[in-house]
């Protein structure tokens, strides 16, 4: 049942998304040249705002930063006090203010003037002393706040946030921006557990369970009690993987078993994985094998075992 608090937020919803729409209809080759910008440059994208602009300054420089792009926020009030130190003639500057008057920024915009550093000003109004100051302008449309008295930064501060994601992600897929690289960024947390690789969970060396084809039933047994994975891989004499036997193999072979060599016992073909492989697509195949365990072969040495993962490995660190 809807109230007017429902009412409410659904049309603020739908006002920030009608923006947004208009957003994307008017990007022109402005958005272009301040990609070029930030693609050229030397040094890092230094993004700077003020209150609510500043906010949304501070995530657009995180995206960045973690996508690819050297960036840092450098706040304009500290700025003044010192932090202009922080921004080289190899930066571009992009500066954020719906208004494009913001008091704070203007020691800011002098700076980069006189050093001749790159600048990209964010705004609404193209009349406004940022625009007039920028090399190029990201213009955002006149829409109104989504609020009822068109004050409060709303609909701008999201047309703002989107543009920062748009330049972002327009660099990253120009740099061919990867998983593995954002992962690389990201080794913490649920995001990092998520683009974990398989080398990075994996057991390699002597920890992984290998018999030789001709192995009796006694050292099989030995093997997968040792290293404790119910499984063993099965080799040939030039160490390539052939096989892999497990418990319940053994169960299976129970009449006569200690008259068989591992390679009367062992499943031919094992499903394996690649070293370099997202640990997500080694639960998956876990999952749709009903296994527990998945033998490791690197394609640059092929059939030659490079490990072991575990689905306990996975679990431990939030998989599964």
């Not at 193209?126 to 100051?133: F, K």
């Not at 543009?163 to 990201?186: K, Y």
């Not at 006569?256 to 639960?283: H, S, Y």
Request: charged share 20%.
């Amino acid at each position: 049942m809807k109230t007017p608090f429902i009412d409410t937020a659904a049309r603020v919803i739908r006002a920030e998304a009608d923006a947004l729409n208009r957003l994307a209809d008017a990007l022109d080759d402005r958005f272009r040249a301040a990609i070029d910008l930030m693609r050229e440059t030397r040094g890092r994208v230094i993004i700077t705002g003020i209150g609510k602009s500043g906010h949304i300054a501070n995530k657009i420089a995180a995206t960045l930063a973690s996508t690819g792009t050297p960036a840092q926020f450098v706040h304009p009030a500290e700025a003044s006090h010192g932090d202009l130190g922080m921004i080289t003639r190899d930066d571009v500057v992009l500066a954020i203010s719906n208004s494009g008057e913001a008091p704070e920024l203007g020691n800011l915009i002098a700076y980069s003037r006189r050093y001749e550093i790159p600048l990209i000003g964010l705004t609404s109004r193209e009349d406004s002393t940022l625009a007039r100051q920028s090399d190029v302008i990201l213009l955002l449309p006149k829409v109104a706040e989504a609020c009822n008295t068109g004050v409060v930064p709303t609909t701008s501060t999201t047309m703002t946030l989107a543009m920062g994601d748009a330049l972002a992600v327009a660099l990253m897929e120009h740099r061919d921006f990867t998983a593995e690289h954002f992962r690389a960024f990201h080794p913490g947390g649920k995001l990092g557990a998520q683009l974990s690789l398989v080398r990075d969970l994996m057991h390699v060396n002597g920890a992984i369970p290998l018999v030789s084809e001709d192995a009796t039933m006694a050292t099989v047994m030995a093997e997968i009690g040792n290293k404790g994975f119910g499984v063993t891989g099965v080799t040939d004499a030039n160490g390539k993987l052939v096989g892999i036997i497990t418990t319940g193999d053994l169960g299976r072979h129970m009449e006569g078993l200690f008259a068989l060599k591992a390679q009367d016992v062992m499943t031919r073909n094992p499903v394996t994985i690649d070293p370099e492989a997202l640990a997500e697509k080694a639960v998956g195949l876990m999952n749709m094998r009903k296994i527990t365990c998945l033998l490791v072969v690197d394609p640059a040495a092929p059939q030659l075992p490079a490990g072991l993962l575990h689905i306990h490995d996975c679990l431990r660190v939030g998989l599964g």
